[in-house]
């Protein structure tokens, strides 16, 4: 796996594709994360969003969003910390449950574009081994090339810092969201676990083009 430059903010890579290469990106932000409903408001246009709630399966979930949308180029995953692996909704994503997902996210595959990307906003899913692991298998299964941290953001910066050092390609970032915000966002949940003071949100895809799962 190779290195990427650090980036102070969450990032959509730009790889040299052509004028007329098909996808668009899709952000998906897990309504587990404290402020979930502002960071999605910050999203840049014309990215889709996708609110993905904790009581659904998130992998199946995300499959019925890629099915209604033109093929997908870069899909980003903001979720909460969760070791070396992934919080999609109900699911705990590891390398030692991936055996039970493996033909839903085959079936990612089949609605992202050629060359997609997928970034992950945990903070350190690549800390471990079955982390790093699980990022070769999502890459086998999904065809997509794999962004990920092995370190949370430097609070030392005063916006903090993503490292995305754990990759499958080489990848290029460009902005999407604002990274303060989505590191006070996953940070909050890394430190109080689940509490939140979320308003609940029944449907605001009709003002703010975001979809609630």
Known sequence: MSSTTPVNSLARPSLSLEPDSPGQDLVVISRDLEGYRFLAQTVTAPVEVLL??????????????????????????????????????????????????AKTLCQWRSRLAPRAEIWIYNGEMARTEAGKLLIDVLHHLTGAAI??????????????????????????????????????????????????SFVKITDCSSDSDLTVI
């Open 147 to 196: 962004a990920a941290c092995t370190a949370f953001p430097n609070a030392g910066f005063a916006a903090g810092r993503w490292e995305f050092d754990c990759t499958t390609a080489t990848l290029t970032p460009s902005l999407v969201l604002p990274l303060e915000l989505v590191k006070q966002c996953v940070a909050a949940n890394r430190n109080r676990g689940k509490e939140s």
């Open 52 to 101: 993905l709630s904790p009581a659904q399966d998130g992998i199946a979930a995300i499959l019925q969003m890629l099915m209604a949308l033109p093929s997908i180029r870069c899909l980003h995953l903001v979720t909460p910390v969760h070791g070396e692996g992934l919080q999609l909704g109900n699911v705990a994503l590891r390398y030692d449950t991936l055996p039970n997902y």
